[in-house]
């Protein structure tokens, strides 16, 4: 169990340190752009941001789970046949995780797969496709949601929303950064432009690339959890095997529900890590 303490002391530190470099990188630009430009637009996009911060958590809180639990037409766990058992699992997981019950939902498809919703354990939703309570025996259903209860102990699903925020971010800034230097009539020499350009077309893709980073880091560190509420890795393994084989992406799929999602259903875009990775750090965090 060493192990576990370590690799997810390591996860978490690496997590910080990704959405603190985000940050940075806005700082940089906003100064940068107040540097060759106009002070006032670097303030003004600062406060934009701020604000954009605020409105989009409020939002996410008031509205979000019901926005992404539309999106996929989820019914409420009551009214399918196994809802005696998930909701026994779940409620056994969140004490043991000391967050209160969620809310339960299923929706059709035939793919295994589960997401939650909500940026506090508040107000958090866990909803399964019909394919996971279909094919899942107990053992191997613990094990996702052991995985969906990780992610909502750690508040993954505000950190998240704040990473998505702060991408947003340098893609505005970048943007307007683009469109100041057309347009505004002030004087500069053309390396100045020239760098402008180059640093607004790399840092949103930097950004990105440091936000997948993030958003893998959080599904292993909710893997871990899950294995460690279940006492070891071998439901949810077993659950990774049974999805390899019966998975065809056969399931509601947007840019905004595709990172909430237990596994990627286009592994091209890597909000997750591939199975096989996933399979292979259990195994290694868990051997004795
Ligand atoms: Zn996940």
């Not at 949103?204 to 959890?225: G, H």
């Amino acid at each position: 169990m060493k192990k576990l303490k370590s690799y997810k002391i390591i996860n978490i530190i690496k997590s910080l340190l990704l959405i603190s470099a985000i940050g940075v990188i806005v700082y940089f630009l906003v100064e940068f752009l107040s540097f060759i430009l106009n002070p006032g637009y670097a303030k003004f996009s600062a406060l934009y941001g701020l604000f954009s911060a605020v409105f989009y958590i409020l939002l996410g809180t008031l509205l979000g789970p019901k926005i992404v639990l539309a999106s996929v037409g989820a019914r409420p766990l009551e009214e399918h046949p196994r809802y005696e058992e998930v909701r026994e699992i779940v409620e056994e997981l969140s004490k043991e995780a000391k967050i209160p019950i969620p809310k339960l939902y299923y929706f059709v498809s035939n793919d295994i797969n589960a997401f939650a919703t909500g940026l506090t354990p508040g107000n958090a939703c866990i909803a399964i496709t019909t394919g996971a309570l279909k094919y899942l025996n107990r053992e191997e259903l613990a094990g996702v949601l052991g995985h969906e209860i990780g992610h909502i102990k750690h508040f993954d699903m505000m950190y998240m929303t704040i990473t998505s925020v702060l991408v947003g971010l340098v893609s505005f800034i970048a943007n307007w950064m683009i469109y100041s230097l057309f347009w505004s009539s002030d004087e500069r020499p053309a390396w100045v432009n020239i760098i402008a350009i180059l640093v607004a077309i790399l840092t949103p893709i930097v950004a990105t690339i440091i936000q997948l980073a993030i958003s893998r880091e959080r599904e292993y560190l909710a893997d871990l959890f899950s294995a460690e509420l279940n006492g070891g890795p071998d439901g949810l393994i077993s659950a990774f095997r049974k999805i390899q084989i019966v998975n065809t992406g056969d399931i509601p799929y947007n840019e905004a529900i595709e990172p909430l999602y237990f596994v990627s259903v286009e592994e091209l875009f890597s909000t997750h890590p591939p199975i096989e990775k996933r399979i292979q750090r259990l195994l290694e965090v868990f051997e004795q």
